[in-house]
């Protein structure tokens, strides 16, 4: 009798500190950090040198670090490629890469640096968590040697991922992910043979993690949610901001939306390279963000978050489907966004109700706009198809635009800049999917916080008039089970060919020293390393 007392005591105890120190929220940070770059040169660097660079980095980190944990920050979230910047051969990058053990091992590093070889980074990462009490989440390269016998083994003897960790409070190794999705120029890291489902528990939440370029697949990005039921993502990344849909701070809040999680990204500060773009986004509305073209410094923000979510149920089509389509005449027309040929249609009025369809996609618009500007053209827009440029991906978008003239064949150009307000819209589409991610981004590049929601019927709407001119209002789908397959047609690949090599050249317009390393063969330029990042990486 006095044992089964002393159990349930024991039980209702440890069930009290269970609900005493789980926490209802949480601080996050995010620091969006101004990496500093070691020379472009095709010969690698010494093993000393690749640390003082890797050390001139974390010292800045550091500094934002302790900043967050002053200010009460349980986690906080740095860049990808943000210790050693970007654009390496395989042999250059290999003086920066540690051994990565599993988590599983229970390593603390700072306490126990040399258990697993020479880690000098991933033991002053350890410090820094341990010193402050937060977790801290870093992006560094990751070497595993790899036998003959294995068919997939590089010539070299090894694979080289690109690889996110996780320390806790304590200085605990408990996440290491190596990024599935690699991005076209990043030809010096493998991809893991299967991708990577990463997650860990905190008195704050559960919580997973992927890199940059992932967030536009299923794997492993889509899992962590809907199979792993995670509150909130990390997302290092290293972004560069393509328009009308694709800048950091648009994406990321409306992946955060459309999936239901906390989304942290911590993006590169290089406005040279259209790098910028970091923020704390809630599934209701951006908490915290971050863009920045004029100034060539790192910006740490901080917000607080729930830990535990509800996800509400969204049917994409159901609203879409109910009504009917609009009678469009011959007023269609078309125009390229980002390499896609969408079918457009002009807003010709201060208001209206406009329909335009592509294949087996149709979008639907009522809007009222504030004035209607003689110098400023707006259309609704739709594509239903696959994207074949910087990857291979199946995308069904409704997006209302502003043009980039009032010449009909800029629509869908690059915009950062626009005049005309709206005083309400409500946009909807006959998605084929349920993976749907809302878009609303103002003039230079600004979000809309509080401004607008999506209805569980699956319509985009206004609360109130924008605070700001619209840039663009967008539903941007992906139909994963439609991406790339072996049946694709030679027709098919040849444009995507045709178009990966248009992306390339407007790169090298662009100045990307990779490229014009990879041409010219020169072997030491004294000139600063860019990055081809995921559309950004």
Partial sequence: MISSQLLAYVAISAFCILNVSAMDTFIAAVYEHSVILPNATLNPASHEEALALMNQNLDVLEGAITSAAKQGAHIIVTPEDGIYGWVFTRETIYPYLEDIPDPQVNWIPCNDPSRFGHTPVQERLSCLAKKNSIYVVANIGDKKPCEANDPQCPTDGRYQYNTNVVFDSEGKLVARYHKQNIFMGEDQFNSPKKAEVVTFNT????????????????????????????????????????????????????????????????????????????????????????????????????????????????????????????????????????????????????????????????????????????????????????????????????????????????????????????????????????????????????????????????????????????????????????????????????????????????????GLDFLLILISGISELPVTHTHLSDNSN
């Fill in 203 to 510: 008195t704050f939440g559960k919580f997973g993690i992927f890199t940059c370029f992932d967030i536009l697949f299923h794997d492993p990005a889509v899992i962590l949610v809907k199979d792993f039921h995670v509150d909130t993502i990390l997302f290092p990344t290293a972004w560069m901001n393509v328009l009308p849909h694709l800048s950091a701070v648009e994406f990321h809040s409306a992946w955060a939306m459309g999936m239901g999680v906390n989304f942290l990204a911590a993006n590169i500060h290089h406005p040279l390279r259209k790098m910028t773009g970091s923020g704390i986004y809630a599934p209701d509305s951006p908490r915290a963000f971050h863009y920045d073209m004029k100034t060539e410094e790192g910006k740490l923000l901080l917000s607080e978050l729930d830990s535990h979510l509800y996800r509400s149920v969204v049917n994409w089509s159901s609203y879409a489907n109910s009504i009917e389509a609009l009678s469009t005449g011959n007023q269609e027309f078309k125009g390229t966004v980002f390499f896609d040929n969408f079918t457009f249609m002009e807003l010709k009025g201060v208001t209206g109700n406009y329909t335009v369809c592509h294949r087996d996609l149709c979008c639907h618009l009522s809007y009222k706009m504030s004035e209607k500007r003689s110098d400023e053209v707006y259309a609704l827009g739709a594509f239903d198809g696959l994207h074949t440029v910087e990857g291979t991906y199946y995308l069904q978008i409704c997006t209302m635009l502003k043009c980039g003239t009032t010449d009909l064949k800029t629509c869908g150009e690059s915009v950062e800049a626009a005049s005309t307000r709206f005083e309400m819209f409500s946009l909807s589409g006959t998605f084929g999917t349920q993976y749907v991610f809302p878009e609303v981004l103002l003039s230079e590049v600004q979000l809309a916080p509080g401004e607008f929601q999506v209805s569980s019927d699956g319509r985009l709407f206004s609360l109130k008039p924008t605070s700001g001119p619209v840039l663009t209002v967008t539903l941007f789908g992906r139909w994963y089970e439609k991406d790339w397959t072996s049946n694709a047609s030679s027709e098919l690949r040849a444009q995507a060919l045709g178009l990966m090599i248009r992306w390339m050249l407007e790169k090298i317009r662009m």
